[in-house]
């Protein structure tokens, strides 16, 4: 009989999928895509040597040119982009992995250097606070231009079009990135969205955008397999709102009627009302939760009904074996922060797993 520590490395049903356990690979950023978007060859390795996640959610996908955030960011808006992610895709399915493509537009996380002189793009006129490092230095944020209403039709086809690469990709699915203070986000938290049209002023206004995009993807993969991130209390970018449990939870509503893959929820273990129980209770499909879980704590979550799944992030940097050592309570290696970002293989293929040591 299966017991709580166990409930981590149990099999899940998530929408077309079987999954061979409930330990997910969170999507992270590690920028080593060449100048033009393109995914490193070095990514067929890294991810298939994860390949053991009951999921991957790759790294965040740009789903056009304008949506740049930071150099060396893969894309999915292109066939060159496109066959270079199917190489990727193929030697995790060659290991029996599964793996969702994660969709991304940064809006007003940007700067002009990135951009080819134009300004980022948000809801509203409202500028990060503190400064952005650049390969010209540090410097204050740009204030960003505000999105027209008529430009937002092309936004959600951007998001539609990433989705058919994807496919064409061989991808499992999407995870439409909603969350971390970039675009969609943006518009979500009345803190940064002071829009007086459709998209703005209730919550769902400022959730129409997200509504749009979903339904767009949806429409192009199907609902079963197109997943959502969200972060209710996450200040990544200068973020913030104020209800994020009556925001998230009608926001969340909304979601759960669309028959969605899942609903992944980024909450970090910090003091405050956590918005994520609030979350569960209206959303019935699968749950993930992310947040400085360990083990243990990943287990009690699903054990208790908080959650189905779990994610994992920068764990699986240093630990291309997590599950193994999750169900064996193997110590975990520690990262090398300094090769989190960009550069080659060093701090990306080349941690060994435990077996090897």
Known sequence: ?????????????????????????????????????????????????????????????????????????????????????AAIVAAVHRVDGRIFAQLWHAGRYSDPVFLGGALPVAPSAIALRGEFDTATGRHAFVTPRPLRSDELPALVESFARAARHARQAGFDGVEIHAAQGYLLDQFLRDGVNHRDDGYGGS??????????????????????????????????????????VGTFTQVVEHLDARGLAYLHVFEPSEPGVRVSPHLRRVFRGPFIVNGGYDAATGAEAIASGAA???????????????VDRLRRGIPLATPDTTTFYGGGAAGYIDYPAASAQ
């Not at 490395?9 to 997910?24: D, I, K, T």
């Open 308 to 322: 189905d799944l779990v994610s994992f992030g920068r764990s699986f940097i240093a630990n291309p074996d997590l």
């Open 1 to 85: 009989m299966a017991t709580s520590r166990d409930a981590l490395f149990l099999g899940f049903r998530l929408g077309a999928l079987q999954l061979a356990n409930r330990v997910v690979m969170a999507p992270m950023t590690r920028r080593r895509a060449d100048a033009d978007n393109v995914p490193s060859p070095l990514a067929a390795t890294y991810y298939a040597q994860r390949a053991s996640a009951g999921l991957i959610i790759g790294e965040a996908c740009l789903v056009c040119a304008e949506g740049a955030s930071f150099p060396g960011s893969p894309g999915l808006y292109n066939a060159v982009q496109e066959q270079a992610w």
């Open 203 to 244: 919550v769902s206004g400022r959730a129409r955008l997200l509504y749009e995009v979903v339904d767009a993807v949806a429409a192009t993969l199907g609902a079963d397999r197109v997943g959502v991130q969200l972060s209710p209390r996450s200040r990544l970018g200068d973020m913030q709102d104020s209800n994020p």
